[in-house]
Nanobody, 123 residues
Framework: VQLQASGGGLVQAGGSLRLSCAASGGTFSSYGMGWFRQAPGSEREFVALISSGGGYRNYEDSVKGRFTISRDNAKNMVFLQLNSLKPEDTAVHYC?????????????????WGQGTLVTVSS
């Protein structure tokens, strides 16, 4: 499956962004989907995941209550709503397709990756 992420940009602290990820070339509704991020000089880290049917969601502790992952299987899209953004959220954000309908939080649980979209939060 091919993934194309978009929606990143520059926003002030406290602001919001909505990231989108369009999937093609696979059976989207069979994949759990995830978002990861990588800040400069840091390793890629888990942000959120959603099961193939959308009934299960899991978040990294630092984004709980601020970020929301969702998906539209009819449109082959997954989204990440980012609210109450903080400077420490600055990173390239990647969408990824899981190797199953309910992947774990590890990058190795995801077989396909998008190109990333940069989120920059100014203080």
């Amino acid at each position: 499956v091919q993934l194309q992420a978009s929606g990143g940009g520059l926003v002030q602290a406290g602001g919001s962004l909505r990231l989108s990820c369009a999937a093609s070339g696979g059976t989207f509704s069979s994949y759990g989907m995830g978002w990861f991020r990588q800040a400069p000089g840091s390793e890629r880290e888990f942000v959120a995941l959603i099961s193939s049917g959308g009934g299960y969601r899991n978040y990294e502790d630092s984004v709980k209550g601020r970020f929301t992952i969702s998906r539209d299987n009819a449109k082959n899209m997954v989204f990440l709503q980012l609210n109450s953004l903080k400077p420490e959220d600055t990173a390239v954000h990647y969408c990824a397709a899981g190797s199953s309908g309910l992947p774990g939080r590890r990058a190795s649980d995801f077989g396909s990756w998008g190109q990333g979209t940069l989120v920059t939060v100014s203080s």
